[in-house]
T-cell receptor, first 113, second 111 residues
Framework: EAEVAQSPRYKITEKSQAVAFWCDPI?????LYWYRQILGQGPELLVQ????????DSQLPKDRFSAERLKGVDSTLKIQPAELGDSAMYLC???????????FGPGTRLLVL | DAKTTQPNSMESNEEEPVHLPCNHS???????IHWYRQLPSQGPEYVIH???SNVNNRMASLAIAEDRKSSTLILHRATLRDAAVYYC????????????FGKGTRLSVIA
């Protein structure tokens, strides 16, 4: 069964450092999502791509966060510089088309010290 | 976005049915009711969704009230593997409408 892949699974960094997360969606899925999940809360959408284009990044803190999906396949989410409050789980999801069922990856757990 | 209200936690005995409630009194006529669940240390996974009629699939059943202001996710025989956080989400029928997760219901299953 096809799955969404994410790496790394865990990342520990110091504040002010740069971190990057990678996501490979299910093959053929046009829509890709990045979510952030703080412990004890539900996931919160950061950015949504349709192919290589950003559809919604209204909740992305653009002063320090950036996301790209250059060839419309895999995607990278970057934080620079990381802050203590960025400690969270970062989840990637994909769907065949917008509005369809989303399939989530296992997430990257980030700890900022 | 329309809001949902779920109990913070529920407990069930293994092999017994579980009814997870969700209130959504401000639901609009075009909102679908989606359920996702998140097992420990995993990303969320889709469970079921519906609009007006009750729905069944291999994982669960979804019972929707006639006025659509509430719904219930039914797990027919809970297993230890069903221990998870269950999210009830309203989503409009526009393709661009995002999933907005609340805190969900944490289901514990006792052997």
């Amino acid at each position: 069964e096809a799955e969404v892949a994410q790496s790394p699974r865990y990342k520990i960094t110091e504040k002010s450092q740069a971190v990057a997360f990678w996501c490979d969606p299910i093959s053929g899925h046009a829509t890709l999502y990045w979510y952030r999940q703080i412990l004890g809360q539900g996931p919160e959408l950061l950015v949504q791509f349709q192919d290589e284009s950003v559809v919604d990044d209204s909740q992305l803190p653009k002063d320090r966060f950036s996301a790209e999906r250059l060839k419309g396949v895999d995607s990278t989410l970057k934080i620079q510089p990381a802050e203590l409050g960025d400690s969270a789980m970062y989840l990637c999801a994909s769907s065949l088309v917008m509005g369809e069922t989303q399939y989530f990856g296992p997430g990257t757990r980030l700890l900022v010290l | 976005d329309a809001k949902t209200t779920q109990p913070n936690s529920m407990e069930s005995n293994e092999e017994e049915p579980v009814h997870l409630p969700c209130n959504h009194s401000t639901i609009s006529g075009t909102d679908y009711i989606h359920w996702y669940r998140q097992l420990p240390s995993q990303g969320p996974e889709y469970v079921i969704h519906g609009l007006t009629s009750n729905v069944n699939n291999r994982m669960a059943s979804l019972a929707i009230a006639e006025d659509r202001k509430s719904s219930t996710l039914i797990l027919h025989r809970a297993t230890l593997r069903d221990a998870a956080v269950y999210y009830c989400i309203l989503r409009g029928n526009s393709g661009n409408t995002p999933l907005v997760f609340g805190k969900g219901t944490r289901l514990s299953v006792i052997a």
